[in-house]
């Protein structure tokens, strides 16, 4: 199957209640910034003053990226081709999948007060290209090889706007990768209408995302299961292209990649965010088609619900657990399993005594065993003491009466009163548990 197919799976089909996408147009000279129905639904003047997107990079794993388009010039990173070994993937001028991605993400458009052309939800945002394979799975490890690059080239969130039926095992290696390096991965579920799982949004440890219509009722393309987490406005969505300026389509990639770009809204007011805390913000914000917010658990069509970015950036939200609504791979690191620490708390199974390697059974043994041998000593040294001196004052027996230091005598000292209590050293409970807002555009 071509890359520009499975592409089309996700992306080339043409919310919570009608009350979620009534937002006043913007007025505009434009007809396609008129046309920006999702953007405006998302109150962009008010996301903006919480965050722009700025200090984050989104990479955008797809056909490549036109950088020189007039609304993502100057947000546009080099990035790489991997359709053809090498080279940079910010040239593109066939495929404009890759470019509408990029625009939804982080365009800003152009003419006065960039009033014109495409503006993305997180225009501040940079974007990293890496364009894959013709084929997928045409090169060594599918679309495993760009996502280590994404992460390793700094990327805080990837936008994976693709399907695929399978995974092979280097790329479920890949996305363990960017989960223990703290990197958000957002997957589109495709647009089959089935609840048949597509890859990579139904692997653990990645985002996925489905689509709403205009209307507010989930995109009757989207894929579901229990695997989604997040819907997003998928219907007649304007964005920018490459051999034409513009586009304009219908399907979960344009969801996916506003779904990419609120999470990078909110990785760039709150840095200190684990991924998985990111995507807690965005669940835990979100209303479904019916109204409700802060769901206990997600619904097969719609997930949480639909994103509302300026909640996820506003409201007073707790941190969370370190992976959020993320299943995690069984493979990943222990401290990036469910119910894993918040950053800056101890691992939960680390005491003393593991460290040590002794168990605290064996640690109050050999206690007990150290007060017995020092009863001993203490008893043979007075039993000398009596031989040398005869029996203490106070009449026969130790201490003058029944005990240690009873009525009449002095006595030998308890060696519990001589020398404490000893401590169960590496027992349980030895080692105690431990800026101003600018204005989008450039």
Known sequence: ?????????VGGVAVAGALLF???????ADYIRDGQWALDAFNPQKVWKESTGKNVTVAVIDSGVNGQHVDLKGNVLPGKNFDTGGGTADHESGDDHGTAMAALIAAHGHG??????????????????IKLSNVVGGTENGF????????????????????????????????????KKDVLLVGGSGNDGSDQPEYPA???????????????????ESNYGPHIR??????????AGTSMKYRQATGTSDATAYVSAAAALVRSKFPNLTAGQVANRLTKTAITPDGKTGIKSPDPKYGYGVIRPYRALSENIPAG????????????EPSAGAGANAPGENPSASSGDEKSGLSPLMIAGIGLGVLVVLGIVIAVIVASKKRRNGPPPGGPGYGGGPGY??????????????????????????????????????
């Open 1 to 9: 199957m071509s890359f520009t197919r499975t592409l089309r799976a």
């Open 22 to 28: 009534t937002a006043a147009p913007t007025a505009s």
């Open 202 to 220: 139904a692997a653990p440890g990645v985002l996925a995302v489905g689509a709403v219509a205009e209307n507010g009722k989930v995109l009757g």
């Open 112 to 129: 006065p007060n960039h009033a014109d052309g495409i503006m993305g939800l997180a225009p501040d945002a940079k974007i990293l290209p």
């Open 405 to 442: 230091g009873g009525p009449g005598g002095g006595g030998a000292v308890p060696a519990q009163q001589q020398f404490g209590t000893y401590p169960q050293s590496g027992g349980p409970g030895a080692y105690p548990p431990a800026p101003p807002t600018q204005p989008p555009g450039r």
């Open 230 to 239: 997040l819907i997003a406005p998928g219907e007649k969505i304007y964005s």
């Open 144 to 179: 495993g090889d760009p996502i280590r690059y994404a992460v390793d080239h700094g990327a805080k969130v990837i936008n994976m706007s693709f399907v695929r039926s399978s995974m092979s095992d280097q790329e479920k290696e890949a996305i363990n990768y960017a989960v």
């Open 321 to 332: 657990p370190k992976n959020g609504p993320l299943t995690m791979p069984k493979d990943s």
